[in-house]
């Protein structure tokens, strides 16, 4: 029996997923769950941050087309970096970066 090809595959970051998701479907779209990555951010960072790392996020994440989103992105990196160290891993998360951990 064929297995068809989702468009899209929502991942929550376990190791090893993008290497079998690749095996099994080399074409398909994969982002990571933005859930769990504002999660991730949020355990990295200090506690008087949150609030603000987490407006920037969902602003990014909620953006209105895939150039803004783009924009926003950029932008909280380049912020982020500035305040905590933000580094960017791999291709999941919005457009074609994921954002990693906060290390302040």
Not at 29 to 55: D, F, G, Y
Request: some cysteine.
């Amino acid at each position: 029996m064929a297995r068809e090809t989702p468009a899209l595959v929502i991942v929550d970051g376990a190791q090893g997923l993008d290497t079998a998701l690749a095996v099994l479907w080399s074409d398909v779209a994969v982002q990571r769950c933005t859930v769990h990555k504002h999660r991730n951010l949020l355990a990295h960072a200090p506690e008087r941050l949150h609030e603000e790392i987490s407006n920037d996020y969902k602003d990014m994440i909620y953006a209105d087309s895939k150039q803004e989103i783009e924009t926003k992105r950029k932008a909280f990196i380049r912020k982020w970096h500035l305040k905590c160290k933000v580094y960017v891993l791999t291709p999941h998360l919005i457009s074609s970066t994921h954002i990693a951990n906060i290390h302040c």
